[in-house]
């Protein structure tokens, strides 16, 4: 339930691009109620009144065709006004109200509701019908929801200031809409304070008592995230037929439905603070953290051939003390960077994919290496680890099909891997692994090569044996089987490396010896 929930807020936000999309009110809210049908969405509409070039309209309520899909937009008024020239001035009256309802994987209900509050905004539009220009304005946009369950609390309130976007649209020769955009926010505020009575555990068994007792003792989380400096900027095309991206994603991708969006942050500061009441004769947990970065970045984009979802973040710190850990933790990283790609629609054909994920300089804390390495006998330098994949695959079914997650076969069938980079440096040890795999019909026999070298280890093995981690016994036979794998390079013996070579029939040969 929480996938169509979240597809159908996706599609009513970017939907909501087209709004006031002509040079007259009348235009403006004929093309808007078009949209949203096209869609999948229904509209109604409690009154309209026009007069001397101002359209308004009143009680406004967006929810999708699909009975399965439980959300509602309430708007109370909106009043598009004509200013001379060909312009037409809209604004957004009163508080909007969202609610969404589902069912967690028990049937239990579950929902949340949300006010919208955006004082002094305005749209205004330029421009003629096949190619219009919109500029947004709010000095300030406050969200304030809470959780539908009976039992627990949970608000959240998120405020924006300073919302600047422009928007353009054209209509293409085969009927499909293309959208542009690009805005910023000067500042986003993210609050949630949660609250409910706490899971019990029965004292003999220590398994969690059914149901939860309303009046007993209580849990409660809370967080605050700041962001500042935030832009944004993207493109979208929506295709001239009739698609529904709430309920159908795949059909509306398979018609030609696209979207492309890129988010920029300055800097970004969070705390967090919880309380859990913890087992039978415990007492309570307490647990306070905070965290910052100094920029970062997310991409997203979405299109009948491939998803990717990618971001970095830079300069990075953590730090969490709690009741349940016997020191503080913290530590820093310099960068942390991902990136996936891959098919989202079923297909005979090969079709790529990418995964990437990288951490540099990592710094732990002197009272986490304290408990990892009391003697100092680890060099404590900043690690960094880098993951670089891509490949071929097959997508057996659609990634938005309801039962995609629940196939008893794998949907993604591998045909070719490379591996472009997997390094570790860390502890006074280095490793780099490349290569390149191709698979058949049985993914575990693949076949094609693997290269790795290796710097440190014999270094780390000792390390390992003056912190008392295993005898020397033990690592005698960790040497021995690394010597199978491994052979020192040519006139650097403190550099392994090592070849594995996978042949058809499922054999495997490490440096020219069958292992397998």
């Known amino acids: 339930m929480y996938r169509p929930i979240a597809t159908s807020t996706i599609a009513l936000v970017l939907g909501a691009s087209p709004l006031l999309a002509d040079v007259t009110p009348a235009q403006v809210w004929d093309n808007l109620r078009e949209t949203y049908t096209e869609m999948g969405y229904q509209m109604q509409v409690g009154n309209t009144d026009e007069a001397g070039g101002t359209l308004t309209v009143t009680d406004i309520v967006l929810m999708p065709h699909d009975k399965d899909h439980d959300l509602k937009l309430t708007v109370p008024k909106i009043v598009l006004q004509q200013t001379g020239g060909g312009d037409v001035r809209s604004v957004i009256e009163g508080q909007m109200d969202l609610e969404m309802h589902g069912q967690t994987e028990d049937k239990d209900p579950i929902g949340f509701a949300m006010k919208i509050d955006a004082p002094g905004n305005e749209t205004l539009t330029t421009g003629t019908p096949e190619a219009m220009n919109h500029s947004v304005s709010a000095p300030q946009v406050t969200m304030e929801g809470q959780g539908l369950d009976k039992v627990n609390k949970t608000p959240v309130v998120i405020k924006l200031t300073d919302l600047m976007a422009q928007q353009a649209q054209s209509e293409g020769d085969n009927g499909a809409t293309d959208q542009t955009f690009e805005g910023s926010v000067g500042s986003a505020v993210f609050q949630i304070s949660a609250s409910g009575p706490a899971v019990q555990y029965d004292e003999t068994t220590g398994e969690p008592v059914k149901p939860v007792d309303p009046d007993g003792p209580k849990d409660s989380f809370k967080s ?3 962001v500042k400096d935030v832009t944004f900027q993207g493109n979208g095309s929506t295709p001239a037929q009739e698609t529904d991206m709430a309920s159908d994603p795949s059909g509306a991708l398979r018609a030609g439905y696209a979207g492309q969006a890129s988010f920029a ?5 969070g705390t ?14 307490n647990t306070s953290g905070s965290f910052d970065a100094a920029n970062g970045t997310v991409t997203m984009s979405m299109d009948q051939d491939h998803l990717s979802y990618e971001g970095k973040a830079e300069d990075m710190s953590a730090e969490m003390v709690s009741d349940d850990l016997p020191f503080p933790i913290s530590y820093s990283v310099a960068e942390n960077s991902f990136r996936i790609l891959m098919p989202v629609l079923a297909a005979e054909e090969e079709q790529s994919f990418a995964l990437t994920y990288g951490l540099k300089d990592l710094i732990l804390s002197d009272e986490i290496w304290q408990a990892i390495d009391p003697q100092n006998t680890l060099p404590h330098d900043p690690a960094s680890l880098m993951v670089d994949l891509e490949g071929m695959a097959v997508m057996v079914k659609d990634f938005f099909a309801p039962d995609f997650s629940e196939s008893e076969t ?5 045909r070719a891997l490379t591996i472009k980079d997997v390094s570790l440096d860390a502890v006074g040890a280095t490793a780099d692994v490349t ?9 575990s026999q693949p076949v094609g090569k693997i290269n790795g070298t290796f710097t440190g280890i014999n270094g780390l093995l000792d390390n390992a044996v003056a912190m008392g981690l295993a005898p020397e016994q033990q690592m005698m036979g960790i040497r021995m089987m690394l010597a199978m794998f491994a052979r020192p390079a040519e006139g650097d ?11 058809k029939g499922g054999s495997i040969f490490a440096n ?4 397998k």
């Open 512 to 515: 020219g010896q069958q292992v």
């Open 224 to 226: 605050a995230i700041t």
């Open 272 to 285: 967090i603070d919880s309380q859990t009441a913890g087992m039978p004769g415990q007492q309570p947990s």
């Open 265 to 269: 942050m300055g800097a970004l500061s």
């Open 493 to 503: 013996p403190e550099t392994l490396t090592t070849e594995l070579e996978f042949r």
């Open 410 to 414: 794998t949907p993604l069938l591998p």
């Open 435 to 443: 290569g390149d795999l191709t698979f058949g019909d049985d993914p």
